[in-house]
């Protein structure tokens, strides 16, 4: 009964942990999905207007251009032509306001295709209003100033005909007392000749008085008028290019406005600067797709048979060494590993082994802790895990059980070298050795920096142990012993060590393309020599462990630790 309330909570709890799980996907999509379409509108409506207004600048520059040769043409036309064209910009004027609709500037469309049609006959709309009225502005002046001309020559007109009634009204006095003077007597005497000419000059002297009246109240009048038509002739025409830019200002503003709602769009925050390094960021992962490939080819085309064909390393003849050959196993057999083996540890001797290797020993036997494998060689020591050592002393023969109690896929090796002979060993496969407990441990390091095997291997620095020492080995899956004798090629990543008389190269891999892939590496170990022997493990796994975090940090600390040999 608990079991099944357990499992029905359990049930319960996982399902409705999923549907938390899908109403968050579910609403963090429909966000993503609307501000991905507000900003897609925001741009299109952007990118929209700004075409009409760029349309619009390019219409207005023909539009100016036309209006100005037009109406540069009518300074010389006539009081008739000018009204005439007046009367129809104003009808085109009247023609356009009347077009006019509800802005869509400000409001947004969900068709884009009407909302930029509308943009650019809205923006040309109020391009050719504004040069239609700056031209009826300027023909309404240039009439004003035509009119005033006429005003002023009439002025001129009338002001000589006054001169001249006043002139003559003038020579009419004169005449009149011209004759008064010549018969002041008989001018005043009715009947006489000299009477009725001078009723005459004063009949006309009356009438040249009217006239000249009449002369000067037409004068006075068309005064009046000029004075208050009294414009100047306008300068040439020349569209108002400010004026011209306020009429889009309804366009710009909008612009304006979209741009900063797609400011606010966390999607348009994001676009610019992704884009700005994306063609930097495509390079990288390019150079990182093409750059190890090429490296690799290098490696493999070049500096591999450089290295092929330089002469092989010998450590013996190196250190000047007349080395014994290690014992081998029975002939057509070369796996010397097993999952437990069992040593007789002589008095005298002592083992230092690996608390976890030890699986039964001597009651009688003495154990101690050894820190260190060898104090003159620290940093190896613990690289190589060889720390916390396990010393069994006995002062009988006692037998010793070693197995790897750790990993069920080890075995264990027992490498026995006697005097006289030395093995270079790799330490990350050692696990114990018995020696002789008066004596040191015959260990040393030697460098190979002039070697270009050891550099496309890394591995320059080579330590080699002394006889008489017995090695306790493992592997994976097993270790195996054999000959080198006319050439052997292994894996590097399964050598665990060879004789010091074997001559040691390098020989590239077969193909190219599982290299390239990392599924082999570049070179492989070659041993020769018909008395030299190699030691290797059968199925290497470090730095094997593709797909976990952590592989390229082994990798790498692998490769440091082969460099100095361990």
């Known amino acids: ?40 509108a925001g741009s299109e409506a952007v990118a929209a207007r700004r075409l009409a207004a760029d349309g619009a600048d390019s219409h207005s520059a023909g539009l100016a ?22 009367k129809e910009v104003q009808a085109q004027l009247t023609t356009l306001r009347a077009r006019q609709q509800p802005s869509l500037f400000t409001l947004p469309l969900p068709d884009t295709t009407t909302l930029a049609l509308h943009a650019q006959e809205e923006a040309t709309r109020r391009v050719e209003i504004e040069v239609l009225a700056q031209e009826a502005r300027y023909l309404t002046a240039l009439q004003a100033a035509i009119s005033g001309e006429d005003a002023r020559q009439t002025l001129a007109r009338l002001h000589a005909e006054h001169v001249r009634a006043y002139a003559t009204l003038q020579a009419n006095l004169r005449q009149r007392r011209q004759l008064e003077a010549q018969h002041p007597l008989a001018a005043r005497l009715p009947g006489s000749d000299a009477y009725a000419q001078l009723s005459q000059l004063e ?34 025409f020349a569209i108002d290019t400010q004026a011209l830019t306020g009429a889009l200002a309804p366009v710009q503003k909008a612009i304006t406005a979209g741009e900063a709602q797609l400011a606010r769009n966390w999607i348009a925050r994001w676009r610019a600067p992704v884009m700005d390094v994306a063609p930097t960021a495509a390079l990288l992962v390019l150079s990182a797709i093409l ?25 013996a003849r190196t250190l000047q060494l007349n080395a014994a050959s ?57 690289a190589a895990g060889m720390v916390a050592l396990t010393r069994l002393e006995s002062s009988e023969p006692a037998s010793v059980t070693i197995s790897a109690s750790d ?45 270009l095997h050891a550099w496309l291997t890394l591995q320059l620095r080579f330590i080699v142990f002394r006889g008489p020492v017995t090695l306790i080995v493992r592997g994976c899956r097993g270790v195996r012993l054999e000959r080198a004798g006319q050439g052997r090629s292994i894996s590097q990543s399964a050598t665990l060590g060879f004789s010091t008389d074997v001559l040691y190269s ?32 059968e199925t290497p796994r470090h730095g094997k462990q593709p797909g976990k975090v952590g592989s390229w940090f082994e990798g790498f600390t692998d490769a440091i630790l082969k460099v100095f040999g361990i």
């Open 1 to 40: 009964m608990r079991q099944l309330l357990t499992a029905t909570l359990r049930f319960l709890l996982r399902h409705a942990l999923q549907f938390a799980l899908f109403i968050v996907i579910l609403l963090a999509g429909r966000l993503l999905l609307a501000e991905w379409r507000a900003y897609s």
């Open 65 to 86: 251009a036309a209006a100005t040769a037009r109406v540069n043409a009518l300074q010389k036309a006539s009081q008739a032509a000018i009204a005439t064209r007046l």
């Open 203 to 236: 009949a006309q002297g009356q009438h040249l008085r009217e006239i000249n009246l009449q002369a000067y109240q037409a004068w006075a009048a068309q005064h009046a008028r000029s004075s208050a038509t009294n414009a100047a002739r306008p300068a040439p």
């Open 291 to 315: 750059l190890p490939a090429a490296i690799k080819a290098f490696f493999y085309f070049v500096l591999a048979p450089v290295a092929a064909r330089l002469p092989p390393l010998s450590i």
């Open 326 to 382: 290690l014992p081998l196993p029975p002939h057509g057999e070369s796996r010397i590993s097993a999952v437990s083996q069992a040593l007789l540890l002589q008095p005298g001797q002592r083992m230092l082994i690996h608390p976890e290797y030890l699986q039964s020993s001597p009651v009688s036997s003495t154990k101690r802790t050894q820190w260190l494998l060898d104090w003159r060689f620290p940093f190896t020591s613990l």
């Open 407 to 451: 990993d069920p896929l080890l075995e264990v090796a027992i490498v026995h070298l006697p005097a006289g002979s030395t093995l270079v060993f790799q330490p990350r496969g050692l696990v114990g050795l018995i020696a002789d407990a008066g004596q040191p441990l015959a260990i040393s390091s030697h460098w190979r920096l002039g070697s």
């Open 506 to 537: 390098t020989l590239r891999s077969e193909t190219f393309i599982p290299y390239l892939r990392g599924q082999q590496a570049l070179l492989n170990d070659r041993f020769d020599g018909g008395n030299g022997v190699y030691l290797y493990e």
